[in-house]
């Protein structure tokens, strides 16, 4: 791969074989991690169709007639500050 410049950036272009390995198309996002002093890794990001896919594998495990209710959350956790310890900070050690 060659490394060329892209307006203010440098780009590379990947080969077809990683393209098809990975089944990436135009639009895809990727993030980069970088693995050692000269090598990084691809990994795609899961477009709005798998996260909704997955997020159904989760249907059904919360009790039967559950509602989320930000209201009673905040209320539930103000009563759990003000029982802590004085003088404590929530993520003390």
């Known amino acids: ?8 950036s440098l780009a590379v272009r990947l080969p077809a074989a990683v393209v098809a390995a ?12 970088v693995v050692g002093s000269r090598a990084f890794e691809i990994e795609k990001r899961p477009d709005a169709k798998e ?5 159904r594998k989760y ?3 919360l009790p039967e007639g559950f509602k989320f209710d ?4 905040h209320e539930r956790r103000r009563v759990f500050l003000r029982q802590r310890p004085a003088g ?3 993520f003390d050690h």
């Open 59 to 61: 249907r059904g495990r």
């Open 88 to 90: 404590r900070r929530l």
């Open 1 to 8: 791969m060659q490394v060329s410049k892209w307006g203010n």
């Open 51 to 55: 996260l909704l896919a997955r997020l």
């Open 22 to 33: 990975m089944d990436l198309k135009e639009g895809d996002h990727v993030d980069i991690h």
């Open 70 to 73: 930000r209201i009673e959350a």
